[in-house]
């Protein structure tokens, strides 16, 4: 996407993660690992090796269905609360990495990240 139609800047790096796919507070399928390579406070893209467990697909299964988001679990320091973040999957695109498939996922946050986790998520990010 070019950068002039971007809601709001990205941060760049290879946050790991743990995505589930809920609906409401229910775990329908999950957990994933996925990392998050770029970040805004509107959404993410993230890149995982697995899309697929049993017959469910995190990408097509939760487009089909309105009721279910996928939930983003960013582990941090004892100190901090881990930061909970529900979203959509927007896009889903395969490349390859040296020898290994991997799906790049676009996610939309269902609530913007605030100011406070944004800035514990980049304080993570340059400790990697």
């Not at 309105?66 to 609360?81: H, Q, Y």
């Not at 927007?90 to 990495?97: N, R």
């Amino acid at each position: 996407m070019n950068s002039e139609l971007r809601r709001s800047p990205r941060y760049t790096d290879f946050l790991p993660i743990s995505l589930t796919v809920n609906r409401g507070r229910q775990k329908v399928s999950g957990p994933y690992s996925a990392r998050i390579v770029d970040i805004s406070h509107h959404g993410a893209r993230l890149i995982m090796t697995q899309v697929m467990k049993d017959s469910f697909h995190v990408f097509h299964t939760t487009r089909e269905d309105d009721f279910l988001a996928l939930r983003l679990l960013i582990s941090v320091p004892k100190d901090i609360e881990d930061i909970t973040v529900d979203a959509h999957p927007i896009w889903l695109d395969s490349t390859q990495m040296d020898d290994i498939k991997v799906f790049k996922m676009g996610v939309d946050f269902t609530h913007k990240l605030d100011e406070y986790q944004l800035k514990v998520i980049n304080k993570l990010i340059k400790e990697l």
